[in-house]
């Protein structure tokens, strides 16, 4: 469990940061693409408000505020076509690149004319384009030093950022060891404690229950001494129930796994019970393929049957209706318990498997129970492998359904 547990924490907080990373450089990247784009959107309006040129003067204002440094209506390249308003070229001018030639510059201008769109991406080319009544002007601005720095802070942020949760990676599973060793240590005093105290009680009770025989056979049977012989076997069980719960918690496997008739374990449990059910007016049916078989715990997947139909029977109320269902499908073994009950309500159902837990203490009183079956039932479940839901239609039945992988 600890072990889980320290696995679920790395998990977790990987799983965080990796988000937040994600997002951080993810933003960070949009931001400066959309600055780069910004800064390119700039130029290229400049460039198409006087037909394809640099103004030769500015105001300063205009300069302070479209030019970063002098140097660049210099430091750009550029080329743009002019074409009427049928898309034929008029004119090309390539005087301020040396990349492009005309006939690349007019398959640039056709292809941007055909995307009916006003600015965008064209390879290493950022482009916008401007219209008059007569002439419509395709400004190309050579855009790959900007974006290859674009591509450079992206490699670096996702390098770093990578980088970045392998080291938390490595000093969270060096440290979460200390970070959960507070919860180990007291949950290994608890277990140790359950089982210790189980052991103790063990022995006191078995002293009380011979004392009270003795009793019985000097001045016979009474009120007092039947309570006494009733609730220290209430105390056996409920000692030995808290026993196995904790051992099976300590376990990460089935102790004694072995293959086993699953049909044949399931069709004995049913009849070991066709009895009690009867006796209280209930009816109790079962739909048992046949020839299953299963590799684990043969004992305790009796116990969990055991447990699944003593708790339909004890709850199912008046004129109750159990049933007991095992099929196999290609993947799984899926049994299925069903009972009736007075009321079963749905926000009740992810609680049931909870130690002690009782949608309803008083009829629980009086049926005996302890609250610990379905926790060993679960338990049991879990060291197989397998899982167990429970659910309810109408709320006046309760579906148990465990499924085993094959």
């Known amino acids: 469990m600890i072990k889980k547990l320290r696995i679920k924490l790395i998990g977790v907080s990987m799983l965080s940061l990796f988000l937040v990373l994600t ?33 030769l003067m500015f105001e300063n204002r205009q300069r302070e505020e479209f030019l970063e440094s002098p140097e660049l209506p210099y430091e750009s390249r550029y080329f743009y076509i002019v074409l009427d308003n049928d898309g034929e070229i008029l004119s090309t001018n390539i005087d301020w ?21 006003d ?12 219209r008059t009544d007569y002439e419509t002007y395709v400004v190309f ?20 950022s990578v980088a970045g949760w392998f080291a938390v990676l490595i000093l969270l599973t060096l440290l979460s060891g200390r970070i959960v060793r507070p919860f180990s240590e ?12 189980g052991h103790e009680l063990k022995t006191p009770l078995a002293i009380i229950n011979a004392d009270a025989e003795v009793l019985e056979m000097d001045i016979g049977e009474n009120e007092w001494l039947n309570d006494i012989h009733s609730q220290t076997k209430h105390m056996a069980e409920l000692t030995n129930s808290l026993i ?48 299953i078989v299963m590799k684990g715990d043969e004992k305790a997947v009796r116990r969990l049957m055991g447990i699944l139909l003593d708790n339909a029977v004890k709850y199912s109320g008046e004129e109750g209706k159990i049933s007991l269902s095992l099929k196999e499908t290609r993947r799984t073994l899926r049994l299925c318990v069903y009972n009736t009950a007075p009321c079963v309500k749905k926000e009740n159902l992810p609680y049931l498997f909870d130690r002690f837990y009782r949608t309803d203490s008083s009829r629980n009183s009086e049926t005996g129970g302890y609250g610990l079956g379905l926790s060993i039932a679960a338990s049991t479940v879990k060291l197989h492998k397998g899982k167990i839901t429970a659910s309810t239609e109408d709320e006046k039945s309760l579906l148990i359904t465990v499924t085993f992988p094959i």
């Open 186 to 197: 007291n949950y290994e005093k608890q277990k140790r404690f359950i089982t210790d105290a």
């Open 244 to 291: 196995v719960l904790s051992r099976m918690e300590e376990d990460d496997t089935p102790r004694d796994v072995s293959e086993f008739s699953l049909s044949k374990a399931a069709a004995e449990t049913v009849n070991s019970f066709k009895a009690p059910a009867k006796a209280q007016g209930k009816t109790l049916e079962s739909d048992i393929d046949e020839n």
């Open 23 to 55: 997002i951080i450089t993810g933003t960070a990247n949009l931001l400066n693409y959309k600055a780069v784009t910004d800064d390119v959107d700039i130029l290229l309006s400049i460039l198409a408000e006087n037909e394809g040129t640099f103004p």
């Open 141 to 160: 601005l050579d855009c790959r030093r900007s974006l290859s720095n674009a591509k450079s802070f992206l490699i670096a942020s996702i390098i770093t």
């Open 119 to 130: 600015r965008g991406f064209l390879k290493d080319y950022r482009y916008i384009i401007s």
């Open 97 to 117: 690149i040396a990349a492009i030639d005309e006939s690349a510059a007019s398959e640039y201008a056709k292809a941007v004319w055909k995307t009916n769109k």
